[in-house]
């Protein structure tokens, strides 16, 4: 999936380091740009790890945290309405949905046998999002109020959250250097126009491996919400 609305990289940087005001009107109904660039690298990853399930047989994978996020009806929203619906009812600044993307190659680098597809996308996409907000911006939604916009009760989003937390072994902190390597990747998907080249970098990033060496040595101990 292409970008249906071409976004130039300077539009793209201006929405990543931007933290709307409340009483910011346009933030309901303009969408930030990086919705449209995560959307087009999730639909790509998803569109793989279903063709991949159904080679296999549709056999489980993963333990009972993993199969937790599991939905026997996948919700008929796309995801690029359910991040744009998130954004309208929660009011989630740009930068959270880095984190998010973060926290997700994150989660699918601890666990191997985990992989974004339909049926686990939009509740890992709504949990993700929740506790990006919580580690990035200083005043939050309540997990109830997740909830009902990710189409969950408040009992099935708290122990999602529980189930991401130690999915992730409580690995929450985003230094400076990993939030900016992912920022340019962003941008560098816009640059080239998405296509084979967001498939690619997919097969690296998306479930295989979230910072080079290279980037790691690079790592400094500032949380992203010090500098934005």
Avoid: W
């Avoid at 991401?164 to 400076?176: D, G, N, P, T």
């Avoid at 340019?184 to 998306?206: A, D, K």
Wanted: net charge neutral.
């Amino acid at each position: 999936m292409s970008l249906l609305n071409p976004v130039s990289p300077s539009k793209l940087r201006a929405d990543l380091y931007n933290f709307p005001c409340d009483d910011d009107e346009s933030t309901t109904t303009a969408p930030p740009s990086v919705i449209s660039v995560l959307a087009s690298l999730l639909d790509r990853a998803i569109a793989r790890n279903d063709r991949a399930a159904v080679n296999r047989g549709n056999a489980a994978v993963g333990d009972a945290r993993s199969r937790a996020f599991e939905s026997h009806q996948v919700l008929d929203m796309t995801i690029q309405s359910f991040l744009e619906r998130i954004y309208r009812y929660a009011r989630v600044a740009p930068p959270v949905y880095v984190v998010a993307y973060v926290y997700l190659d994150r989660l699918c680098q601890f666990n191997p046998g985990l992989r974004i597809c339909s049926a686990n996308a939009h509740r890992l996409l709504i949990t993700a999002i929740m506790v990006a907000s919580k580690f990035v911006e200083d005043l939050n939604y309540c997990n109830s109020y997740f909830a009902m916009v990710g189409g969950l009760s408040a009992r099935e989003l708290n122990s999602l959250e529980l189930d991401f937390l130690f999915l992730m072994k409580f690995k929450l902190h985003v230094s400076v250097s990993v939030f900016e390597s992912y920022c340019r990747h962003l941008e560098r998907e816009v640059s080239f126009g998405g296509g084979y080249q967001i498939e690619r970098s997919l097969r690296r990033l998306m479930c295989g491996g979230e910072i080079t060496a290279e980037e790691k040595e690079r790592r400094e101990p500032n949380q992203v919400a010090q500098v934005l």
